[in-house]
């Protein structure tokens, strides 16, 4: 399936800087450096890493501009991608876009066309969403404008307790400020099961003003916010960060006639095909396959945009690679606690159908006579023994993540997490890891030797 | 194959409270709580861990017998292990072996026997290496002695720069000992490659008088250990610690006629099970499986020891349970490197017969704009892409090698390295983790896009 459009002239319209789009963009010009490759993006930057903004916020990094992975000129000069900054696209034919710069409209030919659009903040739907002094911090540019709000404010409300709520609860309470924070379930991190988020949840309590199982009904404020209006209290605040997911940029790509899929993201298939040939789409605005459940699945996060921006620059450059799907998997702290995730909570197990089978363990992460930290891993099976998902949250997370995760891609079974040769060395871990450990929790559910 | 022997009055003789034995003893008594098991131990301890030596010399652990897992009377009552320490093993036949404890002989019955008989320190085959002031490590005792000696020694050598001898090489640095490390390879770590030992190098240069490429000629001395002669120099010394390997302790399993593998160590089949009926070999005494090359292998390491003997206690106790092999994984650190391998060295590999390809780089180990470490990372592949082994020097290289253990496990090609879908947090890594940019430059080299 090479495509015929492989000659000299070939033009590459991408929509989107972000992750996906310079992905793709600079696989392109590395396979078919004589293509033209043109980046249309709303923001002044590219390659923007909104996962950055907190530790603007908290004043770790300094200045915005650091956030972004390269700056434009290396795109321009060293990559040879023809980027547009501050250009909208309004307007997507067959063939064609109209892109505006500064008030000024101007017509673009491609063709071949990626949509590497992205996902905006999530809405509550509630009245004044829109009011000075609310926002979101799913652009780069709204972090300049978050930290600099933030700093003057004297109370702020953020809500939604996801990995970006808390993050965020983190950096403003780390400047001295005062934070509530709201969430409509009854725990944090919703992606998470209860034996991991009540442990957050503990800590959460200790640094902000936090408020599960209430929903926000009204933002009110003259001029600007004022206060914030929950189905049991009211709470006064001059900034209010609203971190209550996320959802796919579509529009364009529906206004082109593209299929949307179930999920509300761009239809696509391994190849980042769309339905309408010779167009892509990569990135937070496009669907791809969860590697738990085999179905298409949408999956706004940093690494699999990249990598399927990789994919699809691949394919658009008339060679043949396939993504092979993501595991959502997470990584992110609060304080003291690493934070992680990969493949699917046992909620969601279910939600999906699955038989399932579980356990927890709390453990020490290094050897017992070594200085100690603490770690909670919960393992989600089916009662096949296939594993599902692996959630963990304390000390020394991450490794045990990266492990789930390649064990996860690879279809492994609780079989294979208690025997995959993790090594061991005192001051990491203990001989049986606690990944072996609640494997064999496992074992023991499921009746096994 | 469900073994006959599955009465209520079942003898298992267990040769050795190592990692192996007591993991496989305390298997028998969970699945067979009323059968007889009886670990006979040379020591006074059991359940001993050797890799904590290092923590003891140094200071960071008081009392050598906070480095057994457990103490003797956890595996005697709560386990019901009838736990007999202090005793040799000096006859092993048919059904029988006959025990020295303090002198006094004693002969025990058994119907199923167990060899967890484990590994000693290897020799140079040089002239007076029984003299006073000259040790290894190998065995829990030798820790004490090793400190008491070390406390008040001004000159101390270590032959040989595996992990054993790096970690030591710190721990008596770190009390301020003067030490030399004598290697008879280039460079230390034989089992890695060059481009991760010689990082290592530089920093043992700085800690240490570090001699390579010299080979040991002689130990001598009157009373005791007086100097080290080498091949190009002489070494006053008033102690030598041996680190130069080791192998397995066969001599028992050779007496009763068990076969012994090309390697040297017990050959065992994956049930655990020897050339005898009913005997059984577990631990660093026996062969297993390389699960990268297939083959027959000896890998004496405290996690694949811990499994073989938990394998060998289901299959002892009548259920089916197969070990599926070792990956030689190892962790371990020199001061503030950590350094860490999984699968084969590119010299391993190449002596295997692989038409090897490999990729090693260095990168930073967060996100650009926040505080930083270094990570060098080598990954190893065949010309089809097949993951070989990884092997890593720097910070946060614990979680790279948990990923990689778990690919190589489950045999995964440098494609599924790059898909893998390792989550990305700006303090712990970057979007392209490094193991997924070593993962692109070996596409590159095999001309994948």
Redesign the interface.
């Known amino acids: 399936m090479v495509n015929h459009l492989n000659g000299d002239n070939v033009r590459v319209a991408i929509i989107g800087g972000g992750?996906a789009g310079m992905s793709a963009g600079s696989?392109i010009k590395r396979?078919r450096p004589n293509w033209d490759v043109k980046v249309f993006e709303r923001a002044p930057y590219v390659s923007h890493?909104p996962?950055?903004v907190p530790?603007y916020v908290s004043r770790?990094?300094e200045r915005i501009e650091?956030?972004c992975?390269y700056d434009i000129s290396h795109f321009k000069s060293e990559r040879g991608i023809d980027v547009r900054t501050r250009t909208k696209i309004v307007e997507v034919g067959d063939g064609y876009l109209i892109g505006e710069t500064d008030g000024k409209k101007m017509r673009f030919e491609w063709d071949k066309l990626l949509f590497a659009t992205g996902a905006r903040a999530g809405r509550l739907n509630v009245n004044c969403e829109e009011l000075d002094g609310v926002l979101c911090v799913h652009y780069i540019e709204n972090g300049e404008r978050l930290k600099k709000l933030a700093e003057k404010s004297s109370s702020i409300v953020i809500i939604g307790s996801g990995y970006i709520g808390i993050e965020l609860a983190e950096a403003l309470t780390r400047i001295g400020k005062k934070v509530t924070v709201i969430e409509k379930e009854s725990h944090p991190l919703p992606d998470f099961d209860e034996e991991i988020s009540s442990i957050v949840m503990r800590r959460l309590c200790e640094k902000v003003n936090a408020r599960f199982s209430e929903s926000v009904v009204a933002i009110e404020g003259k001029d600007r916010v004022e206060r914030i209006v929950t189905d049991r209290n009211e709470y006064k605040c001059d900034l209010v960060i609203m971190a209550v997911g996320s959802e796919p940029n579509v529009e364009l790509a529906k206004q082109i006639g593209v299929e949307i899929g179930e999920s509300g993201a761009i239809k696509t298939n391994s190849r980042m095909e769309t339905s309408i040939e010779n167009v892509y789409a990569a990135g937070d605005c496009a669907e791809t396959t969860n590697?738990v459940t085999g179905k298409r699945d949408w999956i706004p996060?940093?690494?699999?945009a990249?990598?399927m921006g990789y994919v699809a620059g691949?394919n658009i450059?008339g060679?043949?690679?396939e993504?092979?799907?993501?595991?959502?998997?997470?990584?992110?702290?609060f304080y003291d606690l690493e934070i992680?995730k990969?493949g699917l909570s046992e909620r969601e197990a279910k939600r999906e159908g699955y038989d399932v089978i579980s356990a927890t363990i709390t453990t020490k992460t290094s050897?017992?006579?070594?200085p100690n930290g603490t770690i909670t891993l919960k393992a989600v099976a089916d009662k096949e023994g296939k594993l599902l998902g692996v959630q963990a949250v304390g000390r020394?997370v991450?490794?045990?993540?990266?492990?789930?995760?390649?064990?996860l891609?690879?279809k492994?079974t609780v079989l294979?997490m208690?025997?995959?040769?993790?090594?061991?060395?005192?001051?990491?871990?203990r001989?049986?890891d606690p990944l072996v450990v609640c494997a064999r929790q496992i074992f023991r559910k499921l009746n096994m030797?």
């Open positions: 992750a696989r396979l890493a996962c950055g530790f770790m990094v650091d956030l992975a590697i996060l940093a690494v699999p990249n990598k691949v450059s060679y043949d690679m993504f092979p799907g993501a595991l959502k998997s997470q990584l992110t702290s992680g990969t050897a017992r006579y070594l020394k991450a490794m045990r993540i990266y492990s789930a995760v390649s064990l891609y690879k492994s294979d208690f025997f995959a040769d993790l090594p061991y060395y005192p001051p990491e871990n001989v049986w030797p």
